[in-house]
C-alpha cells in the first residue's frame, strides 16, 4: 500500500483529529455560519505552513480588506507582511468571478502567483454557496465549484476553502449540496448555547481516502496564539489506556489518615480509585490534604484539582490542619489546579489534566470534587459519565492511586452513593464518610463501603478533625474514663443515620 503523503495543518489540536493531517492536493470544505471562526482557521493553516513547515502559501480575500485580515493577523502574533516579503506568502484580494475565471485558466496569473513563491497551500475566504432556488450569479454553481476543485487539484495545492452558511445543520441534511459531495474534506465548526453560555466546536464530517477522530470537538480561539483543538473527551484513546488497570498486589499507598490503613488492610493499591462520599463539612477536603501531604512526605509528587476552591484558600485550609503545602509546591513536588466550574468546556479542561499528568507524572492525584462537575455538565446527560470514564482510564494508565471527592446530600439516610451519576462501579475502593447523631451532638463516622480484591474492617468507626492536626479514625474501644462517650459499636444503624443503642446496653 502506497504510503499516505500528509499535510500538517500546524493547528494545536486539529492535526490530532485529522489522523496526522490532511491529504497532500485535497481540497477542504471549511462550513460555518458568520463568526465562527472559519477565516481564522484558514489563515492559521497558511501562517503555519509558511512560518513553520515550509510550505508557502496564497490566500484570496473576497471581501475582507489585505489590511483588516494583516491587523487580525498580529493579534495572534502573526507577521503576514514579513512573510510576504520574504516570498513565503501572498495575499490577493479579488472577486469571486475573477477568482473562478482565473483558477479554470492555464495561464492563470493567480496560479502564476502561486508558482512564482512555490506555494503548496490555498486559503479561498467568502464562497458563498448556491442554496436551492438561488439564481444569483455571483453565487457558486456545481459546475463552477466542480471546475474550481479539478483546477487546485491540478496545481496540487492543499486547498481550504471557507464558505458561509446560514445554519450548519441545514447546510448537512440538505437534499442539493454537491460542494460537498466534490470536496475531499468537510469540516463543520459551529457556536453552540449551553445554558446561557456558548462553546465552540469542530466536527470532521467526512475525509476522503484518511482515518480521522468522529464527533463533535470543541477549540478555543486564543488571543496571542491562535485556534487549540481538543479532542472530545469520548473519543477512543490507545489500547494501553483503555486496558489501563491497578495490577500490582503487593505496593501499597498510604493515605496518611492515622487508624484509615490498618482498616485498609494497609492503604491503597498502586494505581486503584477510591471514591470519598459525604455530606458537607464531613472531612472529605481534609482527608485529602493528608493524602496529598503524606505523599510529599515520602518524597512523591502529588496533584489536587479543585473546582471548589482556590489555590489560596486550598493551603488555609490546609495550614488549619497543621499542613504547610508550600514548601512541597516550592520543592515540586506538589501542584494544586484550580479551574473556574461556572463555564467550564470539559474537552478543554480534561487536556490540560492529560497533559499535567504525562509532563508531571505525580503518584498521586485529589479530585475534589465529582459532585461540582455534575453540577456544571449536567447531572442526568452523558457529559459526566464520559469525562469520569476517561479521567479513569487516564490514571489507571499512569497507575496513579487517585481519590474522587465526592457530596452526597442526603442528610437523613443514605439511598445510593453516587445519586443520580451511576458511576461507583467504576471506581475500586468507596470510603462514606457520615454525620452521626447522639443526643444533641453531631459525630463524624468513617465507613469502608467496598475495596476490590481485599479485605477490609467493615465496621463504622468514629473519626475527629482536630485544629492543627487534621482527621484520625478512632479504635473501636474507647478508653474508660470519666470524659467517656458511648462508643459506636453500641448502636444499631449508623449508616442509615437512625442510631439505636442496643438493649443490653441501655444503663439501668
Known sequence: MPERDHVRTGIAGLDDILGGGLLRGSVVLVEGTAGTGKTTLGMEFIYRG????????????????????VRDAALFGWDLPELERQGRLKIVFTTRQVFQQEIQQADSLLLDEAAAIGARRIFVDGLVRRTPGDSDAGRNTP?????????L???????????????PEAARLGASLPEEFIADTLICLRVEEMERAVHRSIEIVKARGQDYRMGRHSFSIVDGKGIEVYRRVQAPRELLREEGAAFDPST?????????DEMMGGGLFLGSTTLVVGITGSGKSVMALQYIAEGARRGERSVMLTLDEPRAQVLRNAATIGIDLTPAIDQGLVRLFYDRPQEIEIDRHFLQLEKLVKEFQPKRVVIDSLSTYGSSLGPTGRSFRDFFHAVVALMKEHQVTTIYNHENPELLGMSSVMGPFGVSSLVDNVILLNWVELADTFRQALTIAKMRANAFDRTTRECQVVNGQGMRVLPREIAPGAARRLAFWEYFSLVARSPERHAQRREG
Open 143 to 151: 459546475e463552477a465549484f466542480h471546475l474550481l476543485a479539478e483546477g
Open 252 to 260: 501499597r499507598v498510604s493515605t496518611g489518615v492515622p487508624g484509615l
Open 153 to 167: 487539484q491540478r496545481e496540487r495545492l492543499t486547498a481550504m476553502l471557507g464558505v458561509e452558511v446560514a445554519a
Open 50 to 69: 509558511a512560518a513553520e513547515l515550509g510550505e508557502p502559501g496564497l490566500i484570496v480575500l473576497f471581501e475582507v480588506s489585505p489590511d483588516k485580515l
